[in-house]
T-cell receptor
Framework: KAGVTQTPRYLIKTRGQQVTLSCSPI?????VSWYQQTPGQGLQFLFE???????NKGNFPGRFSGRQFSNSRSEMNVSTLELGDSALYLC????????????FGEGSRLTVL | GQQLNQSPQSMFIQEGEDVSMNCTSS?????WLWYKQDPGEGPVLLIA?????ELTSNGRLTAQFGITRKDSFLNISASIPSDVGIYFC????????????FGTGTSLTVIP
């Protein structure tokens, strides 16, 4: 069974640009959640989607948005990039989203210059 | 979001030694998950626990779901260099149950 796939793995952007990250969950999983990981802040919850609906949202500004498609694939977008957005963005999938096991992708490393 | 209290923050041990770390919360959990993360990679699920008092092993790793349901423990026996990494606990609180919370991580260094 294929794991969670995130693309791209690495990307470099400049301040003010926008970025879109993609996540394909494990087959059969309907929940996709996104996390931002930085050395100082640890894993910070961004949002969770289940069956194309955003169910939960963390405390991030509106520049961070996401969506989920009918095939459960998800994208997150960050607009007007700031230096502080440099981080490892992790996608995780699970069958239900709030119980059971959560499986992570390898992450997308974003560097903002 | 809320973070779980995980200790110790870091450990430096000799190869072959045993390791213990724990995770505590002020809330009751129905599930405890333990992950290992290598630098620049995503966390990998090591062990999942579903019942208070449950003791589960995965090779040299053993984890326990605390009987109060507010804590969990991870032990690594006979550590080897590839055990190096950051270990996280995680789980959804029983009462809210709408998202996963994560520990702050334990950084493990194994000295050959």
């Amino acid at each position: 069974k294929a794991g969670v796939t995130q693309t791209p793995r690495y990307l470099i952007k400049t301040r003010g640009q926008q970025v879109t990250l993609s996540c394909s969950p494990i087959s059969g999983h309907r929940s996709v959640s996104w996390y931002q990981q930085t050395p100082g802040q640890g894993l910070q919850f961004l949002f969770e989607y289940f069956s194309e609906t955003q169910r939960n949202k963390g405390n991030f500004p509106g520049r961070f948005s996401g969506r989920q498609f009918s095939n459960s694939r998800s994208e997150m977008n960050v607009s007007t990039l700031e230096l502080g957005d440099s981080a490892l963005y992790l996608c995780a999938s699970s069958f239900t989203g709030s119980t059971g096991e959560l499986f992570f992708g390898e992450g997308s490393r974003l560097t903002v210059l | 979001g809320q973070q779980l209290n995980q200790s110790p923050q870091s450990m430096f041990i000799q190869e072959g030694e045993d390791v213990s770390m724990n995770c505590t919360s002020s809330s009751i959990f129905n599930t405890w998950l333990w992950y290992k993360q290598d630098p620049g990679e995503g966390p990998v699920l090591l062990i999942a626990l579903y019942k208070a008092g449950e003791l589960t092993s995965n090779g040299r790793l053993t984890a326990q779901f605390g009987i109060t349901r507010k804590d969990s423990f991870l032990n690594i026996s006979a550590s080897i260099p590839s055990d190096v990494g950051i270990y996280f606990c995680a789980g959804p609180p029983a009462l809210t149950g709408n998202q996963f919370y994560f520990g702050t991580g334990t950084s493990l260094t194994v000295i050959p």
